[in-house]
Nanobody, 122 residues
Framework: VQLQASGGGLVQPGGSLRLSCVVSGMVLKYNVIGWFRQAPGKEREGVSCIASSDGSINYADNVKGRFAISIDTAKNTVYLQMNSLKPEDTAVYYC????????????????WGQGTLVTVSS
């Protein structure tokens, strides 16, 4: 299984970015996939997960209303649209599978992408 993430970069506060993750070796429609992130000096945290089998989605409280996860099963790709970005969103974002978290509880994913850096700064 390989997860190839891209789309990170430098953006000003209030700006937007879209992350992409191309997955190989795994059929997305049978799995739950998503994004974790790790900010400097902090633990990794769950951001959002999506299950294409039933359409269920969850978001961390601190990104609800600003981030949107989606999946294209034909392309085996998952996306994270990030709007209204804040400096506290600065982190390395990882595409992960399987993806599960609730509040501070998270299950360590088996597969991690290489990470893509998002920097929100003026």
């Amino acid at each position: 299984v390989q997860l190839q993430a891209s789309g990170g970069g430098l953006v000003q506060p209030g700006g937007s970015l879209r992350l992409s993750c191309v997955v190989s070796g795994m059929v997305l429609k049978y799995n739950v996939i998503g994004w974790f992130r790790q900010a400097p000096g902090k633990e990794r945290e769950g951001v959002s997960c999506i299950a294409s089998s039933d359409g269920s989605i969850n978001y961390a409280d601190n990104v609800k209303g600003r981030f949107a996860i989606s999946i294209d099963t034909a392309k085996n790709t998952v996306y994270l649209q990030m709007n209204s970005l804040k400096p506290e969103d600065t982190a390395v974002y990882y595409c992960v599978a399987p993806c599960y978290f609730r509040g501070n509880y998270k299950v360590n994913p088996s597969y991690w992408g290489q990470g893509t850096l998002v920097t929100v700064s003026s």
